[in-house]
């Protein structure tokens, strides 16, 4: 079964913050959707809201819209929200399907950086191995339109790919959804990506994020700032 035929499991959070390691979950979403680029059915979703502990700045309010008090009173234990999350993850991944994520390094970091402070089992002790295959199409973008000009933002992408933005974007259930409708989008524009299986994505993936982030490096050097740009892929 190739990537586009498999069930695609997409995954969004909200933080208090930018820095995957350091910074709290604060809400994070799954949407399955079981026919992967054919739609085929209705999507699945499922949303939680998390208190993370700490005090949620003004900064990251203004963007996802929820604050200290609302995460206080209306979400439940960041720890429970967290093994629940995992645990879908977990059992997507153990069936060899892909897990969907734009800009996969800062959400899987989040959730491992999560997931250890509480003692919960990082992603990859609960696997038994590194979590995959991971789909991210913003890597994918940079692979497959390569000299595309613009911003790379989510929102950028779904008006080149011809998907619909959301009125709620920046909440992590309509950015799932906008990133499986794009996703969607790329396999019909590049038919030759769409003949790999999730495994032989994956791999793809790690080469190209490192050829872009290579290519990305040296033209930092050449302007004289500092190559700060990681290599890995799909986790800092």
Not at 207 to 214: F, S
């Amino acid at each position: 079964m190739n990537w586009t035929e498999a069930p695609w499991l997409g995954l969004d959070t909200e933080t208090t913050g930018a820095n995957p390691a350091h910074d709290r979950l604060v809400s994070a979403a799954l949407v399955l959707r079981r026919g992967g680029a054919s739609e085929d059915g209705p999507d699945e979703p499922r949303a939680w809201l998390a208190d993370p502990g700490v005090p949620i700045p003004e900064d990251a309010t203004r963007i996802h819209g929820i604050s200290t008090e609302t995460a206080r009173s209306q979400g439940r234990p960041v720890i429970e929200v967290l093994d629940e999350v995992a645990d879908a993850l977990v059992a997507h991944w153990l069936q060899g399907c892909p897990v969907v994520i734009f800009n996969a390094p800062f959400d899987l970091t989040v959730l491992n950086s999560e997931l250890r402070r509480h003692q919960l089992g990082s992603l990859e002790e609960r696997l038994g191995g590194a979590p995959a295959p991971v789909i991210d199409p913003l890597v994918l973008d940079h692979a497959l339109d390569r000299y595309r000009k613009g911003k790379r933002t989510l929102a950028a992408m779904t008006a080149a790919y011809g998907a619909a933005l959301s009125e709620r974007a920046h909440t992590a259930e309509a950015d799932v959804t906008m990133m499986l409708d794009v996703l969607a989008a790329m396999a019909a524009r590049y038919p030759q990506a769409a003949t790999m299986n999730a495994a032989q994505l994956h791999e793809y993936q790690v080469a190209e994020h490192r050829k872009w982030a290579d290519n990305f490096g040296s033209w930092l050097r050449s302007k004289g700032k500092p190559d700060d740009v990681s290599r890995a892929w799909p986790q800092e």
